[in-house]
């Protein structure tokens, strides 16, 4: 079974450092993609980013990148120059494909970020 | 231009009650999923379907039935409701296909059993 884990429940940043988010994850699938999403006080689960299994490349978008290391198995979100809307939960999820179509998303428990002036 | 929809936002009721949640998306995406977020922030998938039909069914209580009457839409509703069943409710959906599939929020129902 697949599994995500989150270690830092929560993480205070200076407004406009830059903050990288844990993720480790578990699996015996060749083949998996793993995102995050960001959660803001208002409920909604925002994408951020992509990275494929086979990607040799970090994934980044705007100031969210994803710091891949396939050997450990990690993958961590860096949230650069930080603003006061980035405070929200993040959370770091795995896709394990199905064969009958689409995908099952597995949730890491998140981490609460507050950036702070 | 709203992606995916959910309605209602919030939806309070007593226990034993029957209730529905309505799930719409307008992304042309061929598969939809339900989600359910505890009081801890845990989000585990519920239901998924996949043009309609039925591709997933995690280990979910039978009084939870979804319904997709178009690759459009995902319904669900929950006889019997139960204090347990308070949380936030979340629907999603991706294209078929591809090894991105990013699966896209609705906006959630927070249903509050009483």
């Known amino acids: 079974a697949q599994k995500i884990t989150q270690t830092q429940p929560g993480m205070f940043v200076q407004e406009k450092e830059a903050v990288t988010l844990d993720c480790t994850y578990d699996?015996?699938?060749?083949?998996?993609?793993l995102f995050w999403y960001k959660q803001p006080s208002s409920g909604e689960m925002i994408f951020l980013i992509y990275q494929g299994s086979y990607d040799e490349q970090n994934a980044t978008e705007g100031r969210y990148s994803l710091n891949f290391q396939k050997a450990r198995k990690s993958a961590n979100l860096v949230i650069s120059a930080s603003q006061l809307g980035d405070s929200a939960m993040y959370f770091c999820?795995?896709?394990?494909?199905?064969?009958?179509?689409?995908?099952?998303?597995?949730f890491g428990t998140g981490t609460q970020l507050k950036v702070e002036l | 231009d709203t992606a995916v929809s959910q309605t209602p936002k919030y939806l309070v009721t007593q226990m034993g009650n029957d209730k529905s949640i309505k799930c719409e998306q307008n992304l042309g995406h061929d598969t939809m999923y339900w989600y359910k977020q505890d009081s801890k922030k845990f989000l585990k998938i519920m239901f998924s379907y996949n043009n309609k039909e039925l591709i997933i069914n995690e280990t979910v209580p039978n009084r939870f039935s979804p319904k997709s009457p178009d690759k459009a839409h995902l319904n669900l509703h929950i006889n019997s409701l139960e204090l347990g069943d308070s949380a936030v409710y979340f629907c999603a959906s991706s294209p078929a296909g591809g090894e991105a599939d990013t699966q896209y929020f609705g906006p959630g129902t927070r249903l509050t059993v009483l």
């Open positions: 699996t015996s699938d060749q083949s998996y993609g």
């Open positions: 999820a795995m896709r394990e494909g199905l064969t009958g179509g689409g995908n099952k998303l597995t």
